[in-house]
């Protein structure tokens, strides 16, 4: 995107994440500082565009295997910008009419996804803000779509590392399984420091800090698994998201040591 084409309200010299994510992805939905900004979170882990691209293919396999099981309904919390591969696509190839519900409070994601997804009958895009979850789960939009009565699969993807509180990122997850009926899946991912210098973590966590979101918190297996207490963690449990059920067997082996995203999936009891 060129700066002339930002949306009214919107600064493009201000970087922004869904934007930042775009671009480790290949997309072309960013501007100049987004790539700058991203380019930097480069040069300090190399591995991030590999990462973003391992935490899409994690998402594929994680929607596939709840939709296999036969949940219909899917919630996706900070959706971020369409790609390749998106939730309603992986779904709907398994059960044509599951419903799923993207959520962001991005104004350029809403744009774009409310333009891909207009014909859609299935899928919707509402705006809202994670940081306030039980508004979230309560919004008009949310309740007319998902019934909170039977299954769904929650998905916070790459998300709660950007709420710096740690009691604030359980208390959204909290909000979030206090919703869920037997049956239904929580999909959790988060960046992780692994061994990475306190020097390239501060730096990595400066450029965040230049964001609209305004920071960058890792967090490692620990949280994780608090998030997930008493639920059913699918096979093979907290694993860089690369290792979760991967397609090719040299992804199957991992070191928490190095800086990545880990994953997980769980099922309510």
């Not at 859609?120 to 919004?139: F, G, I, S």
């Not at 998300?159 to 359980?170: G, I, Q």
């Not at 960046?191 to 501060?202: F, T």
């Not at 008493?230 to 690369?242: A, Q």
């Amino acid at each position: 995107m060129d700066d002339e084409q930002a949306p009214a309200g919107i600064d493009p010299t201000i970087p922004s994440v869904a934007r930042m994510y775009d671009y480790y992805l290949g997309g072309k939905d960013n501007f100049a500082s987004d790539r700058a900004a991203a380019e930097k979170i480069i040069s300090i882990i190399p591995e991030s565009r590999a990462n973003a691209r391992a935490n899409r293919a994690f998402l594929r396999r994680a929607v596939a295997e709840i939709a296999g099981q036969g949940v219909r309904q899917f919630l996706d919390i900070g959706s971020g910008l369409p790609t390749q591969e998106n939730v309603h696509q992986v779904a709907h190839r398994i059960i044509p009419d599951a419903k799923v519900v993207y959520v962001d409070n991005d104004p350029i994601v809403m744009a774009h996804g409310r333009a891909l997804l207009e014909d859609n009958p299935h899928t919707v895009v509402v705006q809202a803000d994670m940081r306030e979850p039980k508004a979230l789960l309560d919004h008009p939009e949310i309740r007319a779509n998902i019934d909170f009565d039977r299954p769904v699969a929650v998905i916070l993807l790459a998300m709660l590392h950007f709420v710096p509180d740690d009691a604030d990122a359980s208390a959204i997850v909290a909000a979030v399984r206090e919703k869920l009926v037997p049956g239904g899946y929580l999909v959790l991912s988060h960046v992780h420091a692994g061994d990475m210098p306190a020097e390239d973590h501060a730096r990595a966590t400066n450029v965040y800090r230049s964001t609209a979101t305004g920071s960058v918190t890792t967090r490692g297996p620990a949280h994780l698994a608090s998030y997930t207490e008493g639920l059913e963690v699918l096979d093979p449990g907290i694993v860089p998201v690369r290792s979760w059920r991967p397609e090719f067997e040299e992804d199957a082996a991992y070191d928490l040591g190095k800086p990545g995203i880990l994953g997980v999936v769980a099922r309510v009891p």
